[in-house]
Nanobody, 115 residues
Framework: QVQLVESGGGLVQPGGSLRLSCAAS????????MRWYRQGPGKERELVAS???????SYADSVKGRFTISRDNAQNTVYLQMNSLKAEDTAVYYC?????????WGQGTQVTVSS
């Protein structure tokens, strides 16, 4: 069982920045595909960004050029740097880890973009 603990959420004004962190409780973190998902009010959960074990990244069209996913395998942590935040980025952000057929979710962290 892998525990994922997100942090870094909060209230930010439009145009502002936040960095989310997700710490994983596994010594084999480097072997996990890591993702960030989000679920806005009244919306379905959607994939925001992915990073493979080799460091390749991909993003939802809605966040390309504004969000950056990265990982620090020595710290067992994945990050999501969010810049130029918009009201529509308001959501609960979830960390996700997958290795073969096993996957794990964090508890989520709230991001609210509002003036």
């Amino acid at each position: 069982q892998v525990q994922l603990v997100e942090s870094g959420g909060g209230l930010v004004q439009p145009g502002g920045s936040l960095r989310l962190s997700c710490a994983a409780s596994t010594s084999t973190f480097s072997t996990y595909l890591m993702r960030w998902y989000r679920q806005g009010p009244g919306k379905e959960r959607e994939l925001v960004a992915s990073i493979t074990t080799g460091g390749s990244t991909s993003y939802a069209d809605s966040v390309k050029g504004r969000f950056t996913i990265s990982r620090d395998n020595a710290q067992n942590t994945v990050y999501l740097q969010m810049n130029s935040l918009k009201a529509e980025d308001t959501a609960v952000y979830y960390c996700y880890a997958r290795k073969l057929i096993r996957d794990f979710w964090g508890q989520g962290t709230q991001v609210t973009v509002s003036s």
